[in-house]
């Protein structure tokens, strides 16, 4: 069973006090949708569904033209909950001091049976071959599994970074009819020398510029790049990967 929610979160970011306190990147309230899939525990099911749900995302992001990279969480980092988990990390160039860095904006996790077993969420079936032979019904936990595909805040400063330009900013193709047909933004406002906010003069340009999209050209970073110390391996791969 495949859903889709939509709602208004609150996070108090414990442990992130002090970080990203100036712009939207990280707030108290944001709006999110997330991906969330009930399936079968047998014939490897939910570690399938696991691929969809991170193919969605990749999709998304790469419909908006913003350059990422997928990162196979390793089982040190994991919660109790979860026994698999990836990562989507898009590039934000003006992170880091303006040296750019790869940020979190998807988190895509498998939690098997974990959650299923205290919720009691079961379901009867026949694919015990002991029991199918005496026509008996076999109680089974459910697989439970969520993934984020949007946290809007956080994409709008993606779409931001990555498609600003001297004069203002492109919006991506797959956001025009959305957008009234409005194709770029130009700023309004700059500091002048003496550093006082002052009006720009507007003036689009005839031909769009180009994007800094980054080196793939915003299609992403091949699944299996990336990864480091903390985060381990970034190849995705079937099966489990510790945790609960």
Not at 95 to 118: H, I, M, P, W
Not at 121 to 147: C, F, Q
Request: charged share 25%.
């Amino acid at each position: 069973v495949r859903y889709a929610g939509y709602s208004t979160c609150f996070r108090k970011e414990a442990g992130s006090h002090g970080r990203d306190t100036l712009g939207i990147f990280r707030v108290h309230q944001f709006e999110k949708v997330e991906q969330f899939v009930i399936c079968s525990p047998y014939d490897d099911e939910s570690w399938k569904m696991q691929g969809e749900m991170i193919d969605n995302s990749e999709a998304f992001y790469q419909s908006l033209g913003i350059p990422y990279q997928v990162v196979n969480i390793v089982s040190g980092e994991l919660n109790d909950a979860a026994a698999k988990k990836w990562d989507l990390e898009a590039w934000f160039p003006g992170s880091n001091k303006g040296a750019g860095e790869f940020r979190e904006l998807v988190s895509c996790s498998n939690c098997t049976d974990f959650q299923s077993r205290r919720l009691e969420i079961r379901l009867r079936t026949n694919k015990n071959p002991g029991l199918a032979a005496t026509g008996m019904s076999d109680k089974a936990h459910v697989h439970l599994l969520n993934s984020t595909l949007c946290a809007t805040e956080r994409a709008l400063c993606c779409i931001l970074e990555n498609h600003q330009t001297k004069d203002g900013v492109v919006v991506p193709d797959v956001l025009v009819p959305y957008m009234h047909g409005i194709r770029f933004i130009p700023f309004r406002f700059q500091f002048d020398k003496k550093g006082k906010l002052v009006e720009r003069k507007l003036a689009v340009p005839k031909a769009l510029p180009e994007a800094d999209k980054g080196a793939d050209g915003g299609k992403g970073a091949k699944k299996g790049g990336g990864g480091d110390a903390k985060k381990g391996d970034a190849k995705k791969g079937g099966g489990g990967g510790g945790g609960g």
